[in-house]
């Protein structure tokens, strides 16, 4: 195994290891929250976090993967991009300060104005964090980053129960987030040990300013659309709307975080090591995408299956509206899963111009989906994004394909076994659902899930699905690394 080979199963495995993890203990808050609080208290939340998660994006403007796509990075680009981070955050910080009684009368709920104040911290937080985080991230050192983050998220995540128990009701949420960044970032300082200086230089901020630029206006592009439908969902239905809207999304995006981000945050230092081999690109690029959809596919028809009884024996009654969302949600998740790692394409080819006009086309495309689906209520918004997200991934997939010599019907054409299968085994989980009705909705749920496992593995040894060999190399690979 080559030395570029080892490094990047290294990276894999500490932050698919460490993602999963964290993410299976945040899911088990998460539930454990759902079923203490109410929809309304998840979306006034999520309302509030629309705006501050915009603003966010503004502590980083792109640089951080400036740092991270660029060769020639010396100490004083990160000690440049350290004191201008610093200086964006703390100008968000009074921003979101001085906006929070605005926002919340646009929302009329006068309560929001003291979590907007309270999630004002997170942006001094992640300025801090930001260069230390970018420096493990150029060295493929994602073991410090996937400890940061499980610490984060446990502390977090018991930290609001406790709240919550103690009856501070969605407060508990808005401290939640703050919490874990704090514990994060202050893991990542400890260890990383970088001290930065007090130095400053308009010629290396201009030098990466120009690569980051697009990858902040892609973002900001992004961010804005992908965040309407809780935008306009608050608005005009309501808090209760905006949290079954927001916790779809958080369950639809749960395997894709576990996996397409996964890949997708590694690809994307990887990818730019081999930048100029443009064969070797379009091989990784095209084995890993295989690789994701091996595992997601099946996740989100495993989740359109067990819908009902995950969310009545997980979540409780309350949540029953969130059903027919979450179903039409995971349609999106098959393909979002996929198209969720061609930034690392554009970024790795120096392309981030060319992605930022593909989000031109792309990003109104997806605003006018959610708009039209307001008068249907929740699930009309649903049905909008999820029309507009199958549009654009077939852009997307076919722009970032040309730049390493991959056509769009290659690429779908090495997934199609995947998807049989997947669909396959949501056929058989709800064919035999009627054979489970006596089942309580908690039990029917793990019989599903074993019951879609074991179809699923069945169906890919049959169908003799290539990413099957690889994902076993790669394990193989990881054990002769350790």
Request: aromatic residues 10%; proline residues 2%.
């Amino acid at each position: 195994m080559s030395e570029f080979q080892s490094r990047v199963v290294k990276a894999l495995s500490w932050t698919a290891g460490g993602r999963i993890v964290s993410q299976v203990i945040s899911m088990g808050f998460g539930i454990a929250l759902a079923r203490m609080l109410t929809p309304d208290d998840f979306g006034l939340i999520a309302m509030m976090m629309v705006f501050t998660g915009f603003a966010g994006l503004l502590t980083d403007v792109g640089l951080g993967s400036a740092l991270v796509q660029r060769k020639d990075i010396t100490e004083l680009h990160y000690n440049t991009v350290f004191w201008t981070n610093l200086g964006l955050g703390a100008g968000l910080t009074g921003l979101i300060l001085f906006f929070s009684p605005s926002i919340a009368a646009f929302y009329g709920r006068e309560e929001l104005a003291v979590v907007g104040y309270i999630l004002s911290i997170n942006f001094l937080l992640g300025a801090a964090a930001l260069v230390p985080r970018q420096r493990l991230v150029k060295d493929l050192t994602f073991k410090v980053i996937a400890l940061a983050d499980l610490l984060g998220m446990i502390v977090a995540g018991i930290s609001a129960i406790v709240m919550v128990k103690a009856g501070y009701g969605f407060w508990a949420l808005a401290w939640q987030a703050v919490i874990l960044r704090a514990v994060a970032t202050l893991y990542i300082w400890g260890v990383a040990r970088w001290v930065p200086a007090l130095v400053f230089s308009k010629r290396a901020l201009g030098e990466l300013f120009g690569f980051s630029f697009y990858v902040f206006a892609t973002r900001m592009i992004r961010y804005a659309t992908q965040r309407a439908d809780k935008l306009l969902a608050g608005r005009f239905l309501g808090g209760d709307a905006v949290g079954l809207l927001d916790k779809a999304q958080s369950m639809m995006l749960f395997p894709l975080q576990n996996v397409s981000h996964v890949m997708g945050s590694v690809m994307f230092p990887a990818l730019s090591l081999i930048q100029n081999d443009r064969d070797h690109v379009r091989s990784v690029y095209m084995r890993c995408t295989q690789a994701i959809a091996l595992l997601t596919f099946p996740m989100m028809a495993g989740m359109f299956a067990v819908a009902e009884s995950f969310v009545f024996g997980v979540l409780g009654d309350q949540w029953g509206d969130l059903v027919g969302v979450l179903r039409i949600l995971c349609i999106a998740g098959i393909a979002t899963s996929i198209v969720t790692v061609t930034g690392s394409v554009y970024l790795s080819q120096g392309k981030a111009k060319l992605q930022f006009k593909v989000n031109l086309l792309t990003r109104p495309i997806a605003l006018l989906g959610v708009a039209a689906g307001i008068p249907w209520g929740i699930e009309g918004i649903a049905v909008g994004a999820t029309a507009a997200t199958l549009i654009n991934s077939a852009i997307t997939l076919s722009v970032a394909g040309s730049l390493i010599g991959l056509p769009l019907r290659d690429l779908l054409g090495s997934l199609v076994k995947t998807l049989v299968a997947a669909l396959l085994m949501g056929f058989v989980i709800v064919a035999t659902e009627p054979m489970l009705s006596d089942l309580h909705a908690l039990l029917r749920f793990f019989v599903q899930i074993f019951e879609g496992v074991l179809v699923y593995i069945i169906l890919a040894v049959v169908l003799r699905i290539r990413a099957m060999k690889d994902v076993w190399q790669l394990l193989k690979d990881r054990r002769a690394a350790a």
